[in-house]
């Protein structure tokens, strides 16, 4: 017999949950469909409780594990640009002053111009020293007497103090030496060949 016959009000209209009583105390089936549970859930929700439940916001803020707060606002999560992904990595391992020194090195000729790039190149830089190699004993002179210009043009380059002082090395000598073996102390290469 249906509902419309026996005069019954429509029960699953404002049905109420799988197991759920409704106003007569009787368990009711519930309707598939998502509106009318969600109707329902809400209603019976509010009579158990006395009061409606509060709404959340739109805008909700969970915390993360390291108690920082998320939401809508940009943070380091996002997807970020590669420059400053790699400018992040270079201050965070202490690559900076490396990175500059380097760069320097790159662009020697342009610093120190093209007549002393082309007879001389640096070598390494640390604690402040800066070690430069030339291709003549005429060049290691006048690049001694240059140092404190080539000195102030680094330091503009590369952050004040960065360079204190520049050491000049002339070009590598012929060496005498041959073989493994060696004597300490000896006298050398003589004048004669024999």
């Not at 409606?52 to 909700?60: D, H, L, Q, Y």
């Not at 803020?61 to 400053?84: F, I, Y």
């Not at 090195?105 to 007549?115: C, L, N």
Request: overall charge positive; glycine content about 12%.
């Amino acid at each position: 017999m249906s509902s419309e016959e026996s005069g019954a009000p429509d029960e699953t209209v404002g049905a109420t949950p799988a197991g759920a009583t409704g106003s007569s105390g009787e368990a009711t089936e519930h309707d598939p469909d998502g509106l009318d549970l969600a109707r329902a859930l809400t209603r019976a929700v509010a009579r158990v409780g006395g009061k409606p439940a509060k709404r959340r916001s739109t805008r909700s803020r969970r915390t993360n594990e390291k108690g920082r707060v998320s939401g809508a606002h940009p943070d380091e999560r996002d997807p970020q640009t590669l420059d400053a992904t790699i400018n992040r990595l270079v201050g965070d391992h202490g690559w900076d002053l490396s990175l500059r020194v380097h760069g320097v090195f790159g662009r020697w000729a342009q610093i120190v111009g093209q007549e002393i790039a082309q007879h001389c190149e640096p070598e390494s830089f640390a604690d402040g020293k800066l070690i430069v190699r030339t291709d003549s004993t005429a060049w290691a002179t006048q690049l001694r007497l240059l140092a404190p210009t080539l000195v102030r043009r680094l330091n503009e380059e590369l952050g004040h103090g960065t360079v204190t002082i520049i050491e000049v090395l002339a070009p590598n000598g012929p060496t005498w030496k041959k073989g493994r073996r060696s004597v300490r102390g000896g006298r050398g290469p003589r004048d004669t060949y024999g």
